[in-house]
């Protein structure tokens, strides 16, 4: 079935920099999703992702699916304490069944 | 508040204990699912559940014993466990419509502990 590899596992940034995490399948993927955890929170839907080469932005947050459809990406913009979590991207393999990423956990120098 | 919601909160058990996690949905999903959240592995699919039929049983121990009895509610029974089943267990719920699955939502979890 389809997998995620993503990195990097973890990213530690300081206050006002840039983060990206990594999504990479080795077949062709139908969709993608992007999830986030807070520190002892529960995943939180982001986006979904659909079409080869899509981009969508949300405030500071910018997706990114590969023309493929094989990869996957999520930059942060300037980021603040508030994107502290670990960024999980989803694939589904088959109708239902939807798999996790390892995540990436970013924490972030005040 | 997501629309799931989960209970208990905690639990701490022992070995030879029996035990169950609730999970209720008010969201009108037909899917719910069971995953497993711990270090070694962050986010592990265990069950999944459409219309109350199971669709998916991602090789889990059979000490780990799931039941639907409806698109609303979903339990999973412990018995026997081990330590190493200690972890966050999450439940979430989709709406799955001509093949096509959505978001999912999730509880807070359970977070277990077996001693």
């Known amino acids: 079935g389809q997998q995620v590899m993503q990195i990097p596992q973890y990213q530690h940034v300081q206050e006002g920099e840039d983060f990206t995490t990594y999504c990479n399948s080795s077949?062709?993927?139908?969709?993608i999703q992007w999830y986030k955890q807070r520190p002892g929170g529960h995943p939180v839907f982001l986006i979904q992702?659909?079409?080869?080469?899509e981009v969508k932005k949300q405030k500071r947050l910018t997706f990114q699916f590969g023309e493929a459809k094989k990869n996957s990406s999520l930059h942060i913009t300037a980021t603040q304490t508030t994107d502290v979590g670990t960024y999980f991207c989803?694939?589904?393999?088959?109708?239902?069944?939807?798999?996790f990423g390892q995540g990436t956990r970013l924490t972030i120098n005040p | 508040e997501t629309g799931v919601t989960q209970t208990p909160r905690h639990l701490v058990m022992g070995m030879t204990n029996k035990k169950s996690l609730k999970c209720e949905q008010h969201?009108?999903?037909?899917?719910m699912y069971w995953y497993k959240q711990s270090a070694k592995k962050p986010l592990e699919l265990m069950f999944v559940?459409?219309?109350?039929?199971?669709?998916e049983n991602n090789s889990v121990p059979s000490r780990f014993s799931p039941e639907c009895p409806n698109s609303s509610h979903l339990f999973l029974h412990l018995h026997t466990l081990q330590p190493e089943d200690s972890a966050l267990y999450l439940c979430?719920?989709?709406?799955?419509?001509?093949?096509?699955?959505?978001?999912?939502?999730f509880g807070e979890g359970s977070r277990l502990t077996v001693l």
């Open positions: 559940y459409n219309f109350k039929e199971q669709t």
């Open positions: 992702l659909v079409k080869s080469g």
């Open positions: 077949t062709t993927l139908s969709n």
């Open positions: 969201l009108g999903h037909n899917a």
């Open positions: 989803a694939v589904f393999q088959g109708a239902q069944k939807l798999v």
């Open positions: 979430a719920s989709s709406q799955s419509t001509g093949g096509n699955t959505g978001e999912l939502f």
